[in-house]
């Protein structure tokens, strides 16, 4: 079992930063990669940032540039970073942990089915 909770969710104007964080069981990552996510309703849910059993990174194209994934293993935390904040970014984001091939032997995007263990969700609101 690998429980995960995200917060750090918030309201925040265009162009604004915001950091969401994700605590994880102890373990969770040794031999997990993890991933952020994100859902708006009606739609579904997109891969934003993933990041390996190696700690190398991948983004969706939409946030490249602007979003940072990390991790402290000590502290059983994940990060995402998030800069330059736009309106569309605005979604209902979620954590995830999976067993996933590394990133150097990775192809398409970062899709749900990769991965096993959700947390809740923490929203994120931009405006104009």
């Known amino acids: 079992q690998v429980d995960l909770e995200e917060t750090g969710g918030d309201s925040v104007q265009s162009g604004g930063s915001l950091r969401l964080f994700c605590h994880a069981s102890?373990?969770?990552?040794?031999?997990?990669?993890m991933a952020w996510f994100r859902q708006t309703p009606g739609k579904v849910r997109d891969g934003v940032a993933l990041?390996?059993?190696?700690?190398?990174?991948d983004y969706a194209d939409s946030v490249k540039g602007r979003f940072t994934i990390s991790q402290d293993n000590a502290k059983n935390l994940l990060y995402l970073q998030m800069s330059s904040l736009k309106p569309e970014d605005t979604a209902m984001y979620y954590c995830?942990?999976?067993?996933?091939?590394?990133?150097?032997?990775?192809?398409?995007?970062?899709?749900?089915?990769?991965?096993?263990?959700w947390g809740q969700g923490t929203q994120v609101t931009v405006s104009s």
């Open positions: 102890e373990f969770t990552y040794m031999g997990y990669c």
């Open positions: 990041i390996d059993t190696d700690g190398i990174s």
């Open positions: 995830a942990a999976g067993r996933c091939l590394p990133v150097h032997e990775r192809g398409g995007s970062i899709s749900p089915a990769e991965f096993d263990y």
